[in-house]
């Protein structure tokens, strides 16, 4: 089993471009989650998936969407990116507490 | 909503020494407490959880303890080695079965 993968593993966007970064599972977990990880803050919600076609807002969502459509893929978009959206930006998944996170996305915005 | 505190945020310490990072959260509906390791350029892993119905918890050299009354929890590495140097995040779910909610994470470093 693959477990958590994420799609690119690095990108360089100019402020304004957009882009979606893809997350998949192989362990048939019913709840996603895509996190950004700053200096000094820690790991952000962005938004989460309690299920297929379900999405909801988690603690930073302002800039970015978020789709459901199959159970075991969860994605997270950036209509317009801007330089402070660089970050590092981690999928998790889980159907019973402990969460399984994938291996991290670096943007950056210029 | 659920905020998460931690303390310090760095710590070094020698190694065989312990090491002893402390959490608070403000909303006393918690019941699931999960502490992450991440080592560099690494992603989180899970080390050990609690829940609200334990006042403590040993696995190995790692332990967690929970005070409900004063909503506070704390992850206790003994015997530290320079394997352990990593940020460690706390985190806790709130009213919420279906999230939890991270703290701003503490750097350990080990010192041989």
């Known amino acids: 089993n693959a477990g958590v993968t994420q799609t690119p593993k690095f990108r360089v966007l100019k402020t304004g471009q957009s882009m979606t970064l893809l997350c998949a599972q192989d362990?048939?977990?019913?709840?996603m989650y895509w996190y950004r990880q700053d200096p000094g803050m820690g790991l952000r919600l962005i938004h989460y998936s309690v299920g297929e076609g379900t999405t909801a807002k988690g603690e930073v969502p302002d800039g970015y969407n978020v789709s459901r459509l199959k159970k075991q893929n969860f994605l997270l978009g950036l209509e317009s990116a801007a330089p402070s959206q660089t970050s590092v930006y981690f999928c998790a998944s889980t159907n019973v507490n402990e969460q399984f996170f994938g291996p991290g996305t670096r943007l950056t915005v210029l | 909503g659920e905020n998460v505190e931690q303390h310090p945020s760095t710590l070094s310490v020698q190694e065989g020494d312990s090491a002893v990072i402390k959490c608070t959260y403000s909303?006393?509906?918690?019941?699931?407490f999960p502490w992450y390791k991440q080592e560099l350029g690494k992603r989180p892993q899970l080390i050990i959880d609690i829940r609200s119905n334990v006042g403590e918890k040993k696995d190995q050299r790692i332990a967690v303890t929970l005070n409900k009354t004063a909503k506070h929890f704390s992850l206790h590495i003994t015997e530290t080695q320079p394997e352990d140097s990593a940020v460690y995040f706390c985190?806790?779910?709130?009213?919420?079965?279906?999230?939890?909610?991270f703290g701003p994470g503490t750097s350990l470093s080990v010192i041989p």
């Open positions: 909303d006393s509906a918690s019941n699931y």
């Open positions: 362990m048939n977990h019913e709840y």
């Open positions: 985190a806790a779910d709130g009213t919420s079965y279906d999230k939890v909610i």
